[in-house]
């Protein structure tokens, strides 16, 4: 069996789609803290996709920069992504517990992190032109990052293929449903904080009458 460092343990899994969250969960191997330094360059890359990609090829591109919407695009996506298929897994009776799910997940995204950026650095030079190379070097990014997904949920839970794929699925649905509770509860929240500040600022107003 493999012996390798974490970051070796990182490699080994996005160059061996197959085997290597097999042997990464076997060994009982897998950092949580490389899992959140890639949660973190995720939400780098999407900064960075929507900052700095060059001009001739970013419709999104804003002069007043919000963290908030990149933070959700990325930070918010992830985490609610790891509750769900946690939620969902246990429920399918999978093997994998939160942290597991978290770490693998997290390995998976690595090629779709590394395409954003790598993207984003070709916009600034390539020509308009030229556009289908970039659109190119994302898709495949985002096919080996779906590849080494369904491999990581796989392993993670020791499914069949037919029930990873039913799980991640049902991941999707739980996943929506918690961003609209979450969106709910902040519109609460703001709700609340905006008539207590009118109570506080009727109350001042009156007081100084």
Not at 31 to 38: G, N, Y
Request: charged share 10%; net charge positive.
């Amino acid at each position: 069996m493999y012996e390798f460092t974490r970051l070796g343990w990182l490699k080994h899994c996005i160059w061996h789609p197959f085997e290597g969250f097999e042997d990464l969960r076997w060994k009982k191997e897998g950092s949580m803290r490389v899992a959140l330094t890639i949660v973190f360059l995720l939400f780098l890359a999407t900064v960075a996709s929507r900052q700095l990609t060059g001009f001739a090829f970013n419709n999104s591109y804003v002069k007043v920069f919000n963290i908030v919407p990149l933070l959700v695009q990325s930070v918010v996506y992830f985490f609610s992504w790891v509750i769900a298929n946690w939620a969902i897994c246990t429920l399918f009776d999978g093997e994998g517990n939160m942290r597991k799910v978290c770490i693998y997940s997290a390995y998976a995204l690595v090629p779709y992190i590394v395409a954003k950026f790598v993207s984003v650095a070709l916009s600034n030079v390539l020509v308009t032109d030229e556009g289908v190379w970039l659109t190119m070097i994302v898709i495949m990014g985002e096919l080996w990052s779906l590849l080494l997904m369904i491999n990581a949920i796989k392993a993670a839970h020791q499914y069949t293929v037919f029930k990873t794929i039913v799980a991640i699925l049902a991941t999707l649905v739980v996943m929506l449903l918690i961003l609209f509770l979450l969106v709910l509860l902040l519109s609460l929240f703001q709700q609340v904080y905006v008539f207590i500040y009118s109570v506080y600022t009727e109350i001042a107003y009156r007081l100084r009458g």
